[in-house]
């Protein structure tokens, strides 16, 4: 499956499959109605059309925006795997402009309502001399799911409840939608370049538009948008190209027709996208195009077991092209069968907890570890829940003159036995459990690892386990296990967890150790 760029116009005409195959689909005449023609026969999709794709039928809830309590520091927007809550900046000049269009005065104060005067966009530039400008937040009735994931990254600050919806209401959604559509583009001059998530305030860097088949609340999604808004603001769609390694991934972004991507895209197989990719980077480099930001995606299955070969053939060919591996810890487009990245005690098919044995008893491989050790390979493990880590691991990948790998904690919800909403909470947990700690790896630091290589961003990084200091409870594995259904069953009636989950908390406990040496810590 190929996203399409302009000079695909003569097999695809991009206007006739966004009306006639798409509008098909939509509303179920396609598998009876349409011809199979060339365009059909090759099922090539259009760029972006998963934006014609409606979930609104799908869940019974949706976000609610709570102006009054918005700081707007973009969370929800960062971390929503839909592209279903964007965010906008306007000028009073703007506002009024587009309000004036509106007849009906309850309308035009429920669009007027949407937009609040927050302190980091009004209230800071006004202490400066400058005009104040407005902040407001949209939910897209049709590519919401209805995860919840918005509420709870916003947390504390309550700007975002879950509410029913109704046919009212969602016609309030989608006015408020066509609102935020039809005002400017967020001004630049508001940006804060502080903040990086403000990338995604602007268009150049919405190069995953949504309608993804992906699960309610898909901790992928969410790191698959980051990385293409962050590669998206700062060279530009035109120059960004992918390889998707088959897994979860490639299924949920190519669901005929619809294609959340804006950049042109090549599913592999599933052991060779690497392989593919360095055929990609080779033809662009013969074209002249070595600018242009070409990127991996693969899951722990396709990298660290049936494809490590190729990453590893890839790393050392010197090329420049980035790797970003999606660590589910199973692999979830098959069923969630173990995997080498599987924690020890973890139950899925394959390691299957029972009286004789205990889930998985392998050790889980360390990939960051693996591809340090290639020569010249910037190396990154992050999380999307840290989005000042995630984003400066994502730019100097860009930036760095060769291979770069970027592992990142993806939760998947049905195998890992969380809720919909907890992507990015149970990722946090994992980095501050050791269960997943983040550094990053850039050999332009210095000769020795230990220059080379900083934990910054993990908790407490010259202890053991990090302690909560309100409580002083520590988190260690276990206290991560605890809160996922696929280690239940290594506690007891009273809590207590088994012999086989200690040895995993010693495992992880031991990879920790072994990184505090390598960075010189310990």
């Known amino acids: 499956m190929v996203s399409t760029t302009p000079q695909m116009d003569q097999l695809l005409d991009i206007e006739d499959f966004n009306g006639r195959i798409v509008e098909a689909y939509n509303n179920g005449t396609a598998e009876k109605g349409l011809s199979a023609d060339i365009s059909v026969a090759r099922s090539l999709c259009a760029p972006g059309s998963g934006i014609y794709r409606d979930f609104s039928y799908i869940a019974p809830e949706i976000p609610e925006f709570i102006g009054d309590n918005c700081v707007g520091c973009m969370d929800c927007v960062t971390e929503c795997p839909d592209t279903a809550i964007l965010g906008k900046i306007t000028t009073k000049e703007d506002l009024e402009a587009r309000l004036a269009k509106e007849t009906d005065p309850e309308k035009q104060q429920f669009l007027r309502d949407q937009f609040v005067e927050t302190a980091k966009y009004f209230k800071n530039f006004e202490k400066k001399g400058k005009d104040g400008a407005y902040f407001g937040i949209f939910i897209d009735p049709t590519k919401c799911k209805g995860c919840a994931e918005c509420v709870e990254v916003c947390g504390d600050k309550e700007a975002l409840k879950m509410i029913g919806k109704t046919e009212e209401n969602l016609q309030d959604y989608r006015d408020g939608w066509g609102f935020y559509e039809d005002l400017p583009e967020s001004p630049k001059d508001y940006l804060i370049e502080k903040s990086v998530q403000d990338m995604m305030l602007t268009y150049r860097s919405n190069l995953y538009v949504g309608g993804a088949g992906s699960c309610m609340g ?61 055929g990609v980077r080779a033809r662009w480099d013969q074209s002249g195009w070595q600018d242009k930001k070409l990127w991996v995606l693969g899951g722990d299955g396709a990298m660290l077991d049936i494809g490590f070969q190729a990453l590893s053939r890839m790393l050392m060919s010197g090329m420049d092209i980035n790797v970003l591996v999606l660590d589910t810890q199973v692999y979830s ?47 990154a493990q992050t999380i999307t829940t840290l989005p000042n880590h995630f984003y400066k691991a994502v730019m100097a990948a860009n930036e760095f003159p060769g291979p770069s790998v970027i592992t990142v904690f993806t939760t998947c919800q049905p195998e890992h036995g969380v809720g919909d909403h907890l992507a990015a909470h149970q990722a946090k947990l994992a980095m ?57 069953k290594h506690f007891d009636a009273d809590g207590q967890p088994s012999e086989a989950l200690l040895a995993a908390q010693a495992d992880r406990l031991e990879n920790w150790r072994m990184l505090q040496e390598m960075a010189g810590i310990i």
């Not at 898909?218 to 088959?246: K, Q, W």
């Not at 008893?361 to 390979?377: A, F, N, S």
């Not at 050791?434 to 993990?458: C, Q, T, V, W």
Request: with cysteine; aromatic share 12%; hydrophobic share 30%.
């Open 432 to 488: 501050e459990s050791r269960a997943f700690p983040i550094f990053i790896y850039d050999p332009r630091e210095g000769e020795r690892i230990k220059e080379r290589l900083s934990l910054r961003g993990n908790p407490a990084v010259n202890d053991d386990w990090y302690k909560i200091r309100k409580t002083g409870e520590t988190v260690d594995f276990v206290s991560f296990a605890r809160t996922e259904g696929r280690f239940a």
């Open 218 to 278: 898909c901790g992928e999604a969410t790191a698959i948008r980051m990385m293409l808004a962050a590669t998206g603001f700062t060279y530009g769609e035109d120059n960004v190209g992918m390889v998707a390694s088959t897994g979860c991934n490639t299924v949920y972004t190519s669901t005929y027709p619809y294609n959340p991507y804006t950049i042109p895209w090549t599913n592999s197989l599933f052991e060779n996208g690497p392989t593919d990719a360095m």
């Open 333 to 379: 487009n098959t069923g969630g069968q173990a995997s080498t990245s599987t924690y020890m005690g973890q139950a899925t098919k394959m390691s299957y907890h029972g009286s004789a044995v205990p889930g998985k008893t392998e050790r889980r491989k360390e990939l960051g570890q693996i591809c340090m050790m290639h020569p010249d390979v910037f190396v």
